[in-house]
């Protein structure tokens, strides 16, 4: 019997992937370990990846890996606020100072496609130091992130790696408090509509280390989710 070709995960991922397809795609079973995703079509087909620029997408919502100060930064958040306009820096003015590590709040879209966006700030290695600390905080602003969506109805929400990098954060860890809240989220009887796509890119990649980039990235989310 011929051996079906896998296409590499850049490949894969230049289009929105579910978890059930993205395993089949692979060769791959969703392990049986993974009760709940075994079991679970509407799940499997709920939670998604891809790379892609988040500030693109035709989503209800973006998550932005903000700055507790809630201002212009770089990567990802560099690039809402460019995509998003003047306008985004007036409205996240109207939080004064700002947040803190491990809560979220919403605005407007401004001129991004998507209506709203959910700026969220992650632990700062740095700040937060042990793992144990690091894994609430990101627990409690996936949490908010979660609320917020069921607060403005919102049903299809894009998701970057938050805290990962400039941040230092094990990649192992975000993925998992990623997957994990995402899962509880849509367990819920209030949001069992909603979509999640877990949106991996970095605007400073470029050429063939996408492809070694994606790689690695969407290994993380599939490896949190066993």
């Known amino acids: 019997m011929p051996t079906r070709k896998i296409q590499p995960y850049h490949t894969l991922l230049t289009e929105r992937r579910t978890i059930g397809q993205l395993y089949n795609l692979k060769n791959h079973f969703l392990p049986q370990q993974c009760h709940v995703l075994a079991g679970n079509q509407r799940l499997q087909d709920q939670i998604s990846i891809q790379w892609a620029d988040i500030a693109t997408l035709k989503v209800d919502a973006v998550v932005n890996a903000a700055q507790p100060t809630l ?120 949001l069992p509509h909603l979509e999640v796509i877990f949106v991996l890119f970095d605007p400073k990649i470029e050429g063939k280390d996408q492809e070694k980039e994606s790689t690695r990235a969407a290994s993380f989310f599939l490896d949190a989710l066993q």
């Open 71 to 190: 201002t212009p930064g770089g990567g990802i958040c560099g690039a809402i606020f460019a995509a998003a306009g003047d306008e985004l820096e007036e409205e996240c003015s109207r939080f004064g100072r700002g947040i803190k590590a491990g809560q979220a709040v919403l605005t407007r879209g401004c001129q991004l496609t998507a209506p709203y966006i959910i700026h969220a700030v992650g632990p700062n290695k740095d700040v937060v130091g042990e793992k144990e600390r690091a894994s609430e905080l990101l627990s409690d602003m996936y949490t908010r992130i979660f609320e917020l969506c069921k607060a403005n109805k919102i049903r299809k929400i894009a998701i970057p790696s938050i805290s990962s990098g400039i941040y230092g954060i094990d990649p192992t860890l975000c993925a998992f408090e990623a997957c994990k809240s995402a899962v509880f989220a849509l367990l819920d009887d209030d």
